[in-house]
């Protein structure tokens, strides 16, 4: 335990392109510190799996169901001469839409099964940097409900977002250009809110105080985030890469984010 260890602003970062780089950099030290420790890897694969196995079957539901669904949500089509036509597409509409929104929850659920995995692993890399901070000890099931509220009110931030991004999308040439790349910026920046969130509450800092701290540095977070969002898009990378975005989530943490102060 470094009882040294304190938070610190992380206003020293580098901002822009720079700052963008440097969150890239915690991407490829996490994936270099799992390769170093391949136990750790298969250890931290397993929530991930779990929770695949969970959204393949829920998808799967709602793949063969999509059509009822579409049925019941629109009744006043009953009369309607292409009614087949239109419940096809609106039940298409509903299985895109359940897609995306496993696309967005998956690393939420996966952190939430995996609370106890994922905490050990963040903790064996803060070991191999020299230590753990000093921090306040949580019984487990009080960490594991705030995970569940953190995360829910995480999600509500995410589609407060995203829903008018969608909206936007259909936006000639702007939902083709600018939408993608603020959608992704979004999705990347909230994913570091959820990755960073185990090695923050190691070191006492509450979800308004982690977000400001987010907020203060948004380059090094959106250069951290958003190509493991992009990379997580690619189906089965998310399980695989987990592991990695954990362990890299925990280095920025503790190199820049939240630097020792004398």
């Known amino acids: ?62 793949g063969t169901h999509a059509g009822d669904i579409a049925a019941w949500a629109t009744p006043f089509a009953d009369d309607w001469g292409w009614r087949d036509t239109f419940r096809v597409l609106a039940g298409i509409v509903v299985f895109v839409a359940g897609l995306g929104l496993a696309v967005l929850t998956f690393t939420a659920v996966t952190l939430v099964i995996g609370e106890p995995f994922y905490e050990k692993l963040s903790e064996k890399v803060e070991e191999d940097l020299g230590g753990l901070p000093d921090g306040p000890d949580q019984p487990f099931w009080r960490s594991f409900f705030r995970s569940i509220r953190d995360s829910i009110i995480t999600l509500g931030y995410v589609l407060m977002f995203t829903i008018p991004l969608f909206v936007l999308g259909f936006v000639p040439v702007i939902g083709q250009t600018v939408v993608p790349v603020l959608g992704a910026m979004v999705s990347g920046f909230f994913l570091t809110v959820e990755l960073t969130a185990l090695a923050m509450e190691r070191r006492g800092l509450a979800r308004k105080e982690r977000f400001a701290l987010l907020r203060s540095n948004k380059a090094v977070s959106l250069g951290f985030g958003v190509p493991i969002f992009l990379a997580f898009l690619v189906p089965l990378v998310s399980v695989a890469l987990m592991p990695a975005a954990v362990a890299g989530a925990a280095m920025l943490v503790r190199l820049h984010l939240a630097r020792p102060t004398p």
């Open 1 to 62: 335990m470094n009882g040294n260890d304190r938070h610190g602003t992380g206003a020293s970062g580098r901002r822009g392109l720079g700052g963008f780089a440097d969150g890239i950099g915690y991407c490829f030290k996490g994936l270099g510190w799992i390769v170093r420790h391949p136990k750790w890897w298969l250890f931290g694969l397993i929530p991930a799996l779990i929770a695949l196995v969970l959204y393949v079957v829920a998808l799967i539901w709602l």
